[in-house]
């Protein structure tokens, strides 16, 4: 019996391709943009808590990209790229 072994989060995970790192700081101006159109904020974040975000998003995108890589997200996600 072939059994998927769970992967760990890993806080430390990064984006090491350029093109990677670009669309995950697009990914997150995108979110901050959104708190704001929706006002969820009531004030701006400091220069570092910003920082400490951003790095957050790139973590949880590279680890999510790691699970869809290794199959371990499709217990939890039916994820299909293929054009309609």
């Avoid at 997150?28 to 009531?42: M, V």
């Avoid at 790139?58 to 499709?74: D, H, I, K, P, Q």
């Amino acid at each position: 019996m072939n059994k998927e072994r769970p992967v760990r989060f890993d806080p430390q995970r990064r984006a090491a391709r350029p093109d990677l790192k670009a669309a995950i700081k697009t990914f997150a101006r995108h979110l901050e943009s959104e708190e704001g159109r929706l006002e969820i904020r009531s004030r701006a974040r400091r220069d570092l808590d910003r920082r400490n975000f951003r790095l957050a998003v790139e973590a949880l995108a590279c680890n999510l990209l790691v699970m869809l890589s290794t199959g371990s997200l499709r217990a939890f996600v039916k994820v299909d790229f293929r054009p309609n």
